[in-house]
């Protein structure tokens, strides 16, 4: 799993600007258009968003996305960026009994209490002042450091863990299933730009309509991306190998095959007819999606 947060325009009227307000610009300047926030909580090897809050531009990602942590639990394991580094975060997360594998930023510096035998090393991170005042406590971590190299010049990583087993998760394992974080780029992507495919991804002067809009975007995009997970099961391949813009194309000409049917054609309210009727009529489409 991992948690991750995106902006966007939305038109610029009175009530809208009201609600959600606009960046900061230089004095004497103001943006052309008020923004949204919305932060999600995305599982990283299907692109499903699991979870997600829209708020006003002003409150940041740091706050808001720890509202996500009430869809995490046990046995997941949740990533973030260094944007997001905190002790608040670490302690947040450990309270939902959720491990965690988070990059962090270059000024935070974490003492060496023990040495591993893969390289990494056990310390601990210390609470921040508002932590403190609430009985917060050093939290034992674990670092893990390597290098990438670039064209440029190489780029130094340093990922913090709850996973101290080095026998279970080796540092190597770990440094490489943190980049698959980046999935979170890809599914935002898909978001804002594929599934609709307008200049204009909000249209409402209004912000309860602004709301409906973008959850009714983060409908369609579940709707897409659970139909590859579910092609990907009955074919025992990875639902990151589909195509989503080619998933999208094959759902838009289905659409109107589906609008042909009478009502009584569309069980959706009788729960032991429902999984029947949609896996024989999306088998079709399924063996579309193979295709494309």
């Not at 670092?143 to 080095?166: G, K």
């Not at 540092?171 to 599934?195: C, F, G, M, P």
């Not at 609709?196 to 912000?207: A, C, D, E, Q």
């Not at 194309?249 to 569309?266: D, G, N, T, Y």
Request: aromatic share 8%; proline share 5%; net charge positive.
């Amino acid at each position: 799993m991992a948690v991750d947060g995106t902006v966007f325009d939305v038109p610029d009227s009175e009530a809208n600007a009201k609600v959600f307000g606009y960046p900061a610009t230089r004095p004497g300047t103001k943006a052309a258009f008020p923004k949204v926030r919305l932060v999600l909580l995305i599982e990283a090897g299907t692109h499903l968003i699991t979870d997600a809050l829209m708020c006003p531009y002003r409150i940041g990602e740091r706050k808001r996305v720890k509202k996500l942590l009430r869809s995490v639990t046990t046995e997941m394991l949740l990533m973030w960026d260094r944007g997001l580094h905190s002790y608040a975060m670490v302690q947040a997360v450990l309270a939902q009994k959720c491990d965690y594998l988070g990059r962090v930023p270059k000024n935070v510096k974490f003492q060496v209490e023990k040495v591993l035998q893969d390289g990494s090393y056990l310390s601990c991170i210390a609470p921040d002042g508002k932590s403190k005042k609430k009985g917060g406590t050093k939290i034992r971590l674990r670092v893990i450091e390597y290098t990438i190299d670039t064209d440029d010049e190489p780029q130094i990583y340093r990922l913090i863990t709850s996973l101290t087993d080095i026998a279970l998760f080796p540092a190597l394992l770990l440094a490489t299933e943190y980049h698959r974080r980046w999935e979170v780029e890809n599914t935002i992507d898909e978001l804002k730009v594929h599934l609709l495919g307008r200049k204009t991804p909000i249209r409402s002067l209004n912000p309860r309509e602004v709301v409906q809009e973008v959850y009714g975007w983060l409908l369609g995009h579940w709707a897409v991306r659970s139909l590859m997970f579910m092609v990907a099961d009955r074919t025992q391949i990875s639902p990151l190998r589909l195509s989503f813009t080619g998933t999208l194309h094959v759902v838009r000409r289905a659409v109107p095959k589906f609008q042909r049917l009478e009502s009584e054609e569309i069980p959706f309210f009788s729960p032991g007819l429902s999984k029947k009727f949609l896996m024989n009529k999306y088998q079709s489409v399924k063996e579309e999606v193979i295709r494309e």
